[in-house]
């Protein structure tokens, strides 16, 4: 089984909707992954998400009401076989944090970013859904091309 880590800065926004998201697709899919996420960031330790991603979340049919935030620890490192950052900021936090063995970061888009919804607008956390939503189908092809 594969282990995945999504991290973005708070826990509460991003990384909660790639989860959320991940845990749905994956299932879909028939892959099974195990799914966590966590910010690098320890402001909103113990909170809900966002309850804006929550409500852009349900409307699309993921629930993240029952995650929590959480900080990265090293141990993520060697726990997870992929660790995803949302953007360039937190894939450079990333890097700093991962001791030596431990699994390399990317992005999770590959060459792009999810943008930070939290200073903006429900279009924006609606963005969030829709790159989540790509970037799973991405990872899922590449998932089935590289075999089980
Ligand atoms: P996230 O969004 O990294 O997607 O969870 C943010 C959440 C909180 C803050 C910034 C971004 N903050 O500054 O508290």
Redesign the pocket.
Known sequence: MSRILFV????????PTLEAVARVEFARAGLDVEVDSA?TAD??TGQPP?RRSIAAGAAHGYDLSVLRARQIVSADFTRFDRILA?DRANLRDLERLRPERGAQPALFLGGAEVP???YGGAADFERVIALARQGMAALISQMRAAGP
């Not at 973005?8 to 990384?15: A, P, Q």
């Open positions: 973005c800065l708070g826990n509460i926004c991003r990384s910010g402001y909103h966002d949302a930070d919804p939290y």
